[in-house]
């Protein structure tokens, strides 16, 4: 399980990238980053995870499995507390493993930093959301790093995780762990170490898993760049290092607006064949598929959704703004993006006008309030903008049905929320609303009993693409389907 301490190679190797060039090996390391690799090495170094979430709380797993003591660290009373009742509550995780490390003590939870002095390694997981006027909100980071510094000794490494914009561990985290450092005699790079490593776990993602990810790292010295690698190689088939934190934090975001571009582009390409009429979106990215180089498939759907992707866009166009700078791809992208909502909603309120019903009197049916099939984390989803247009043109009613979700509440701008009722997928409550709209594809759907039984369904997925039938497909609408329901109203603006 573990490295023989060495200073590795420098062969390895991620998707046929030799990390040789990039890898920065110190010429000697001190006696503090020594000690530190020789706890890694022999297993005894306590890992230290702030903030249990969907990315903090796997990664706490994958240590204590490898079996290093890992403490857990989170603000969230309900998410310690269940943990240290050996309750596992992220969908991906294993609940007898996860009952297990509990039990062995190898993992336990706190909603307090007091075991920070035993903690040799941290690993920074904590939110980071945008402001209402969607600038970077870095609170999180700071409140975090604020607690380990106050506890900062010789020997320890942080690692942010928390995809953030490029600058943020060496422009924020550091002067706060300095602060406290500096006054103590320590410093950076010999005494205590800093890195950044993005975060690129895949809720719901089966074949890629922490493990058998690729990391990239980047360290705020030689040194601490080379200690992050080895701390990250416990868990991490490969880790690819860079020459310092910028680079990873920009790499981190330059692979969500990669998503988030492309995504855009098969959206926009998705509303122009609805326009056109008579060419399916779906089967044109299929074809281009067949294509075995220079082409990679990305699918339209109702709008982004989860904790990254709609949001680290504006952590890159804040950061542009202050360089005088305009990032017009991701500004056009978030645009599109974020106008799916709107244009699912218009062909809702289309499938309603389909049928002898005023809207005021229809009943929806929203078929997944998950951002994402097969997860349960409803952060950002497209449902909830769909679900108050639907409201704001009075629909009749509402209710959803997720079986990832049990509770799924709609969020107002004057702080308000309001509770969605949730109904089962079953032949019954399917035939019992007007329009069914397919918002996220999990595998639970019996799209079969759907097709069948529902009057109208809206699909933004694709997830009814089995569905032959010449007479049940003509009850669905596919986003980018070549449908005419579908079709927006207005033009897309010609300023974009
Ligand atoms: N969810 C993903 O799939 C994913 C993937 C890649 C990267 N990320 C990034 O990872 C970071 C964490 O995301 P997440 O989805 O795990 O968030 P999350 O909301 O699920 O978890 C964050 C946890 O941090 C806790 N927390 C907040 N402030 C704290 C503090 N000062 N001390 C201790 N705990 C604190 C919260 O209570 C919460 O439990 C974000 O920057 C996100 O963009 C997320």
Not at 300 to 316: A, E, F, N, R
Not at 385 to 413: C, M, Q, W
Request: net charge negative; hydrophobic share 40%.
């Amino acid at each position: 399980m573990h490295s023989n301490g060495s200073i590795p190679s420098g062969e390895s190797s991620v998707n046929g990238l030799s990390n040789d060039e990039s890898r920065r090996k110190p010429e000697s390391l001190s006696p503090a980053a020594l000690n530190l690799l020789g706890q890694i090495d022999n297993g005894e170094a306590t890992i230290g995870v702030i903030g249990l979430g969907y990315v903090g709380l796997p990664l706490a797993v994958e240590y204590a499995s490898a079996g290093f003591k890992t403490v857990g660290i989170d603000l969230d009373e309900s998410r310690v507390d269940r943990l240290n009742r050996g309750d596992n509550y992220i969908d991906d995780l294993d609940d007898d493993q996860v009952r297990g490390l509990v039990e062995s003590d190898l993992l336990s939870a706190s909603t307090n930093f007091d075991a920070c002095g035993d903690i040799d390694v941290f690993f920074i997981c904590v939110p980071t959301p945008v402001t209402a006027s969607k600038d970077p909100d870095t609170g999180y980071i700071e409140s975090a790093t604020a607690s380990i510094a106050e506890h900062l000794r010789p020997g320890q490494l942080v690692i942010l995780k928390s995809t953030t914009y490029p600058d943020t561990t060496e422009g924020i985290v550091k002067p706060i762990l300095e602060e406290q450092g500096d006054p103590r005699g320590l410093t950076l790079g010999s005494d205590y170490f800093l890195a950044f490593s993005p975060e690129r776990i895949d809720p719901g993602n089966e074949e890629w898993t922490t493990a058998n990810t690729p990391v990239v790292v980047g360290g705020t010295t030689p040194t601490c760049g080379h200690v992050s690698q080895i701390a990250l190689e416990e868990i991490i088939e490969h880790v690819y290092s860079v020459s310092n934190p910028k680079v990873a934090e920009m790499e981190k975001l330059l692979e969500n607006i990669f998503r988030s571009v492309n995504i855009a582009l098969v959206n926009e390409l998705a509303r122009l064949c609805d326009r056109i009429g008579g060419i399916s979106m779906w089967e044109v990215i299929q074809a281009a598929a067949t294509k075995p180089f220079g082409f990679m498939p990305f699918y339209p759907g109702p709008g982004l959704g989860g904790h990254c992707i709609p949001i680290d866009p504006h952590y890159l166009s804040w950061l542009a703004r202050k360089y005088d700078f305009e990032t017009s791809f991701i500004t056009l992208s978030a645009r599109i993006n974020e106008s799916m909502p709107f244009y699912v909603a218009e062909a809702i309120i289309g499938a309603v006008a389909d049928q002898p019903i005023r809207l005021r009197d229809a009943n929806i049916l929203i078929l997944g309030v998950a951002f994402k099939g097969n997860v349960d984390d409803t952060r950002h989803s497209p449902a909830e903008t769909i679900i108050k247009l639907l409201e704001e043109k009075n629909v009749g009613s509402i209710r959803f049905a997720d079986p990832h979700v049990d509770e799924y509440h709609v969020r107002y701008r004057d702080g308000s929320s309001r509770a969605i009722e949730k109904v089962e997928c079953t032949p019954e409550t399917v035939a019992e609303h007007d329009v069914v709209v397919v918002v996220t594809d999990h595998d639970a759907f019996d799209v079969e009993m759907i097709a069948t039984s529902a009057r109208s369904i809206v699909d933004t997925r694709n997830m009814l693409a089995d569905i032959t039938d010449p007479d049940l497909r003509e009850r669905i609408h596919l986003l980018g389907g070549g449908d005419s329901t579908m079709t927006a109203l207005e033009p897309i603006a010609d300023d974009a």
